[in-house]
């Protein structure tokens, strides 16, 4: 079926060359920091994770959050989902794929990856999170693409397949509660030291994942023949809400916990993270945007009035994605690292050539999305046209 992704109108191969392009930049400072070192980042002793893993953090639960697709289709019969299902577990593959580029990034040498496979230490989380991220990506190839074909040929899916994709089902929150648990397990680092973590984390996966599948699904029905369906788009926006209402919850729980208990470890985080200590404010205008755009998007999200007006959803779900990016994929990792435990500030902030790593690791991953969805809307096209001989109606 890959050959589909061969035979494209001038807008869909002038994207590809697009994302080549970043691909290739990313590549080249990727050789730049090879030869250096991680020096070259704006990372340092007190803040050893930054960009790369907050990317790895939040793409983790990007992938988790195909489950909200695939669960309600294959075991509640949704059958609303039956043509965006396909994409959800796409989008899981092409996430998975990305979080393993930037933790690959993030080692420095390259060949610190075979310590993982050579010497295996079942008591470490790390080892645990690749176990997961492995067979998390494995399932969904299997499944998706099966079932594609099948569907193409126009014949049921083997029995043999459900078992996979019950196993993936229940696979797919645990690649975002082992990701958690590297947080959470760090006596040191007072902002992620909670328990609600993972139930944290899983809140905003399925509140930024189905938000992410509404930007696509409305790009599909305004520039393909394909149409996701508005039912389907319209629950994934309700449960985009309800889950960005719970992550709102339990960030507002770990503040009035942080300030009443007037620990000073657990409030000083998230003092630099809204106002900054000491005059550093680096982080503010990032967490404050983040905050704004949570507050803009909720309501529309909730008011079924305005979520259903097709522009103001897709920029809820636009908002809702990059609220949810800016607090997971950079402040939560770099809040955590300041002040450090001597109480002491050293900001942290990417540099270009990290930047545009990280940008080629992006690229890698939409690179890979966009063949899979090429084969996959070329098909569901094929077979909406085989069956009915005319395009198809929008719901």
């Not at 696979?171 to 990701?179: D, F, L």
């Not at 007006?309 to 402040?331: C, D, M, P």
């Not at 109480?343 to 990280?358: G, H, K, Q």
Request: charged share 10%; aromatic share 16%.
């Amino acid at each position: 079926m890959l050959e589909l992704a061969l035979k494209g109108s001038r807008k869909y191969w002038s994207w590809v060359i697009f994302l080549l392009a970043i691909i290739g930049a990313g590549f080249i400072s990727y050789l730049y920091q090879f030869r250096v070192g991680l020096g070259i980042t704006g990372m340092s002793r007190d803040v050893s994770w930054g960009l790369y893993i907050g990317q790895f953090t939040y793409l983790v639960g990007v992938a988790a959050s195909a489950v909200t697709i695939v669960l309600p289709y294959y075991l509640h019969n949704y059958k609303k989902y039956g043509r965006i299902s396909i994409l959800g577990e796409f989008v899981a593959v092409s996430s998975v794929v990305m979080c393993m580029l930037f933790i690959f990034v993030d080692l420095g040498q390259p060949l610190r990856v075979l310590n993982v496979l050579l010497h295996p230490t079942p008591n470490s989380v790390m080892f645990f999170d690749m176990v997961v991220l492995s067979g998390y990506l494995f399932l969904n190839i299997l499944c998706g693409w099966y079932v594609l074909g099948a569907e193409r040929k126009g014949v049921p899916p083997a029995p043999w397949i459900k078992p996979f994709i019950i196993i993936a089902i229940c696979w797919a929150p645990s690649i975002h509660i082992v990701t958690a648990f590297l947080y959470q397990g760090l006596p040191g680092r007072h902002y992620w030291l909670t328990a609600i973590m993972a139930a944290k984390f899983l809140s905003s996966a399925f509140a930024s994942g189905p938000a992410l599948l509404i930007v696509i699904s409305l790009i599909l029905r305004k520039f393909t023949r394909f149409d996701p369906g508005w039912e389907a788009i319209q629950t994934m926006a309700k449960t985009s809400a309800y889950f960005l209402i719970a992550t709102v919850a339990f960030y507002l729980f770990e503040v009035f916990t942080s300030f009443y208990s007037s620990i000073p470890g657990h409030m000083y985080p998230i003092k630099y993270l809204f106002t900054g200590i000491e005059g550093h404010t680096r982080l503010v205008p990032i967490m404050w945007l983040s905050t704004v755009l949570v507050g803009v998007a909720l309501p529309i999200l909730i008011i079924p009035k305005a979520r259903g007006n097709e522009r103001a959803l897709g920029f809820a779900a636009a908002a809702t994605f990059i609220a949810l990016w800016l607090e997971k994929g950079i402040s939560l990792v770099v809040g955590g690292f300041v002040p450090n435990p001597f109480e002491r500030v050293f900001e942290y902030w990417p540099t270009l050539p990290e930047v545009l790593i990280a940008l080629g690791v992006w690229g890698i991953g939409f690179f890979i999305l966009t063949i899979l969805y090429k084969v996959a809307i070329s098909v569901k096209e094929e077979v909406i046209f085989d069956k009915y001989g005319e395009k198809q109606v929008k719901a």
